[in-house]
Structures are given as structure tokens and as C-alpha cells.
């Protein structure tokens, strides 16, 4: 059973700072791997995902992705107190119907 | 565009009580979820449906039911609420052939 675990569980980093938060998996068949972001009392809503490995940028975020060593990373670039909220990571294995999420990073962006 | 409506927003129910929520998509979308997500925490699978009248168990089915009549709508079934179970139960779909889940604004259940 897949299971995913995110680090740090919380991070609080000033305006204007590289943020960057962590996800690994232990299943090595996943094929999808997602960020997920969850400002407070809202919906999640999904943020950027990647199938292969290597990097994806858009705009201020930046998926990561090392299948050998079971990891995948968000970095902000230049981050803003809107940024502020709960990310998620989710992985994929197996059908298109499950997605196994992480326990979250809950980032505070200070003015 | 389309939206995914949860009712109630808030529930509030006796412990041993029999609670249903509700989940409506206008997405046109296959296959529906519930999650559970305790305070501030990740997100746990109950049952998902991947078109009407389909039910499959999630890593948490134990004391819930669900239901899927219609393709726009799902709903959940707390058998006998408890208190340990006040979390926000999250609604959400995913379109055939895609993997992103798009995600209702959620229940918050609270047991007395």
C-alpha cells in the first residue's frame, strides 16, 4: 500500500524567501505525482503536477521529481503571504482512481 | 466551468447518531470521492464511485456507508457518529481519463 510522508510538517519563512517543501513515496511504480494547495476553510485545489523525472516550473513554483530516491519537491520562488496555506502531496500508483495523499506542510509567509 | 456543492456546510449530530452528507457535481465528471480530513491534517479515502450505482471502499469505509444513485451526486453515511470522528469531510471528482481531483469546500462535522 502506498503510503506518503511530507516534511517538514510546518515552515514559516519570510516575504521574498525560496520555499521549499518535501514528499517522499514507497511505492516505485507510481506515475503521477501532484502538489495540492488548501488555503484555510477552503477547498484543496491542485497546484502543479509532473509524470517523469526532472523539473517543471511555472511562473513561482517548481515541481521536482528523483523516482530513484522516491522523492518529489515544491520550491516558491519568491514567496508571498498569499502563499500561506496547507500543501498536500499525492501520488499515484496502480488505476487512475486512487491518489495517496501526504499529512501536509502548513507554510506561513510573514510581511 | 463547474462547481461541486456539499451540504450541509456544518453538521453537528448526538454521538450514536446516523448522519448523512451530501455531494452534487456539475462537472459531468465519472468517478466521485470522500475524504476525511482531521484538523489541519492530510486527507484520507472512505469510498470513491467511478460511475453510478459503483461503490468501492477507501482506506477508511469502517462505520460509513455511501451511495451513488445519480452520476451527479454521491452521498456519505456516518453509521453511528462518534466523537473521535469530528474532522471536515471533503467532496471530490475526477473526469475520465484525468488524474486531478477537483474538490468540494467541505462538511464540518461535530459530535456532542
Known amino acids: 500500500q502506498q503510503k506518503v510522508q511530507q516534511s517538514p510538517e510546518s515552515l514559516i519563512v519570510p516575504e521574498g524567501a525560496m520555499t521549499s517543501l518535501n514528499c517522499t513515496f514507497s511505492?516505485?511504480?507510481?506515475?503521477?505525482f501532484a502538489w495540492y494547495r488548501q488555503h484555510s476553510g477552503k477547498a484543496p485545489k491542485a497546484l502543479m503536477s509532473?509524470?517523469?523525472?526532472g523539473e517543471k516550473e511555472e511562473g513561482r513554483f517548481t515541481i521536482h521529481l528523483n523516482k530513484a530516491s522516491l522523492h518529489f519537491s515544491l520550491h516558491i520562488r519568491d514567496s508571498q503571504p498569499s502563499d500561506s496555506a496547507l500543501y498536500l502531496c499525492?501520488?499515484?500508483?496502480?488505476?487512475?482512481?486512487?491518489?495517496?495523499f501526504g499529512a501536509g506542510t502548513r507554510l506561513a509567509v510573514c510581511p | 466551468g463547474g462547481i461541486i456543492t456539499q451540504t450541509p456546510k456544518f453538521l453537528i449530530g448526538q454521538e450514536g447518531q446516523k448522519l448523512t452528507l451530501k455531494c452534487q457535481q456539475n462537472?459531468?465528471?465519472?468517478?466521485m470521492y470522500w475524504y476525511r480530513q482531521d484538523s489541519g491534517k492530510g486527507l484520507r479515502l472512505i469510498y470513491y464511485?467511478?460511475?453510478?450505482?459503483?461503490?468501492q471502499k477507501g482506506d477508511l469505509s469502517e462505520g460509513y456507508d455511501a451511495s451513488r444513485e445519480k452520476k451527479s451526486s454521491f452521498s456519505l453515511t456516518v453509521t453511528s457518529a462518534q466523537k473521535n470522528e469530528m474532522a471536515v469531510f471533503l467532496c471530490?471528482?475526477?473526469?475520465?481519463?484525468?488524474?486531478?481531483?477537483?474538490f468540494g469546500p467541505g462538511t464540518r462535522l461535530t459530535v456532542l
Open positions: 511505492d516505485s511504480a507510481s506515475q503521477y
Open positions: 499525492a501520488a499515484l500508483s496502480g488505476s487512475f482512481n486512487k491518489l495517496t
Open positions: 462537472f459531468n465528471h465519472d468517478t
Open positions: 509532473i509524470f517523469s523525472n
Open positions: 471530490a471528482s475526477r473526469p475520465g481519463g484525468a488524474r486531478e481531483q477537483y
Open positions: 464511485s467511478i460511475t453510478e450505482n459503483d461503490l
